[in-house]
């Protein structure tokens, strides 16, 4: 269940500006650390792919908070923040409330939000053992709700309308916030479309931290086993490497190699460590630097790669039957966008007819193409459509009683046989979803229905079989 703010939030902006593009408005400007603080009262990071920890960054925003308060608003991009419903109030106000927290809140600068509330901490006399201890936003979370009363009292010692001096009053340095809403709230249609697109600005906001990742994941070797098990034809056209002439982005191996690496129960973990959870399955499609980056915080535990002379070495027989498994994932994939139109028309549809079908495969256009393979197909398909039918493969697979991962039954031979059944059903979904394969590729229906019908198919044919 979507959780709600007990409260609405209002921030006061200075020098505030509007936009409107398309039904949304970008509401921008300063914003005091006093008048910061409810913000951080109130939301968390549900919106934000990434969870923010104590580090470097943190670190570094700090120092310039405490050294240079009047430069801050220009060495950060600050914080990005998203509602569907919100209200103008006077005096620069807006007040805003997040009834959907995994899609609305902090979307973007949660290692700002982090970062000014451990200097908020420390301001109002909070402990330095109490502050060293928050290593996580989670850790943070607590100890900023235990200390609410805290930030309230030093919020009213430093109140906007006392006798200090500008430089004595260390609540009133400047934060850059930007506030994205529905350009009409009340239009029906407007906050639709606004909530779809909130996840796409939420993704491309952070997409810098995906590659700067991704970069890491490669520098690291942590790609080398999983390139080495794929076949030739496929490991040629990843991009390993930022800036490669290659057509498919590492980002997209790394998602479908979630699911196999999702069937590992227990996940690998060092001893006194949280263990990584997998990606929801949309997020397999709408947040791809979330995939990278927990790809990241798995392959460096010791549990499962050693380092040698800077380069690791995966050591895990566990993650390395996953491996195995993903690497067959891509041709599956396109094994999917090949066939999967067909299905769909031989359940009376008109697979070409739909809108974002037909933008896709313009008559008298270039050749179609495999993502992975970059082989022919007939039909190119959104990959909002496709991403719920790849997934459904989990249900193929199996841990044994040693903890690896292995397919129940072939998948190739599985799709021959039962992909037009499985489109059967699939496709009341599609048109539930009017059509369009953002809607599906979000939704966690889409991911349901296509697991269910995979695992009843399997059910049927193993009962048969015996």
């Not at 430069?71 to 997040?98: H, M, N, Q, W």
Request: include cysteine; hydrophobic fraction near 40%.
């Amino acid at each position: 269940m979507n959780q709600t703010t007990t409260e609405p939030v209002v921030l006061k902006f200075e020098q505030l500006a509007e936009q409107t593009v398309s039904g949304i408005t970008r509401i921008s400007g300063f914003v005091r650390a006093r008048h910061f603080v409810p913000v951080i009262d109130e939301l968390d990071l549900e919106a934000n792919p990434r969870s923010s920890k104590v580090g470097k960054v943190t670190a570094a925003i700090i120092e310039s908070i405490q050294t240079t308060p009047e430069e801050f608003p220009f060495k950060t991009k600050g914080v990005l923040l998203g509602a569907t419903s919100y209200e103008r109030l006077d005096r620069g106000r807006i007040r805003i409330e997040c009834r959907e927290r995994d899609k609305e809140g902090i979307l973007d600068g949660g290692h700002n939000t982090l970062a000014i509330g451990l200097h908020l901490l420390a301001l109002a006399g909070v402990s330095d053992v109490k502050i060293r201890k928050a290593r996580d936003w989670s850790a943070f979370r607590a100890l900023w709700d235990a200390e609410r009363e805290t930030v309230a009292e030093l919020r009213g010692r430093l109140s906007a309308f006392g006798t200090l001096e500008p430089g004595d009053d260390e609540l009133a340095f400047l934060i850059p916030v930007e506030l994205i809403v529905p350009s009409d709230p009340d239009d029906e249609g407007v906050v639709d479309a606004f909530q779809s697109s909130i996840l796409e600005i939420c993704a491309a906001r952070n997409n810098n931290a995906e590659l700067v990742v991704g970069a890491k994941v490669n520098k690291a070797g942590y790609f080398d086993d999983l390139r080495r098990m794929l076949p030739e034809g496929i490991a040629d056209r990843i991009e390993w490497k930022a800036g490669e002439a290659a057509p498919v982005k590492a980002a997209d191996l790394v998602a479908l190699t979630w699911i196999p690496l999702s069937m590992l129960d227990p996940m690998p973990v060092d001893e006194g460590e949280k263990p990584v959870t997998a990606p929801i399955p949309q997020n397999l499609y709408r947040s791809k630097g979330e995939c990278v980056q927990k790809f990241h915080d798995l392959m460096q535990f010791d549990a499962v790669t050693a380092d040698h002379g800077g380069h690791a070495e995966l050591r895990n027989p566990r993650v390395r039957s996953a491996f195995e498994v993903a690497a067959q994932m891509p041709a599956l994939f396109d094994l999917i966008s090949a066939k999967f139109p067909g299905a769909y028309n031989k359940n009376d549809g008109k697979y070409g007819r739909i809108a974002a079908v037909k933008k896709l495969n313009p008559e008298n256009g270039k050749p179609r193409h495999a993502k992975f393979s970059g082989g022919k197909i007939d039909t190119s398909s959104p990959e909002g459509f496709l991403y719920p039918l790849v997934y459904g493969l989990i249900a193929l697979m199996e841990q044994t009683p040693a903890g690896e991962v292995r397919w129940k039954t072939d998948p190739v031979s599985f799709l021959e046989r039962n992909l037009v059944t499985i489109a059967e059903q699939y496709k009341d979904v599609i048109s539930a979803f009017n059509w369009d394969p953002m809607k599906v590729g979000k939704a966690p229906l889409a991911y349901n229905v296509v697991k269910t019908a995979y695992a009843s198919l399997l059910a049927d044919e193993q009962a048969a079989a015996r």
